[in-house]
């Protein structure tokens, strides 16, 4: 038992100071992977990189939305969705690898491609946009069957596809308060 602690704090301590900048990693990803899997670095700020990679999420689709047709708007936002797993699978595995991490804190891709799936079909407004940002975060954190069971996939479709789950989640419970209409708008 011993052994395992050790082991895991000597990866949590590794990782968060990569993620932090004080040590270098073992591997280096590609350029394109690291700004990918980081979104562009959000996923270095801290504390809770995650929590910072949904808020740029939110962001960029509570400004981008203005300029998208009412009726593509969800069209949009799915391709956004789409484009951030199938590009953040393969840059997650590429950054975690270079650290010789499963999932490092760093890679906040999952929590981008998560946080639009949460926003799908929710007209926009500071209410809905801080509502999918509450609920995305809560399911990303609480992680409900088969959420948890999903980072056991290999490398970066684990890294991905939890968020994406979470997400799914999100979407559901943010659908039934406006089905419901729990929410005024």
Known sequence: MTCWRALISERTTKMSEVAAGKVTPVGTAPLWATLVATFFGMGRLGPGPGTWGSAAAV???????????????????????????AVGIPAATRFARALELKDPQAVVIDEVAGQWITLLFAPVSWKT?????????????????????????????????????????????????LHFRLLSL
Request: charged fraction near 15%.
């Open 59 to 85: 962001l960029i689709w509570g400004i981008v939305w203005r300029w998208i047709p009412e009726q593509a708007q969800w069209v949009v936002l799915a391709g956004l969705a789409v484009l951030a797993i």
């Open 129 to 177: 946009l801080l509502l999918g940002f509450i609920l995305f975060r809560a399911f990303d954190i609480l992680k409900p069957p088969p959420v948890r069971q999903l980072e056991r996939l290999p490398e970066g479709t684990g890294v991905v596809v939890d968020d994406v789950a979470a997400g799914l989640y999100a979407l559901l419970v943010m659908q039934l308060v």
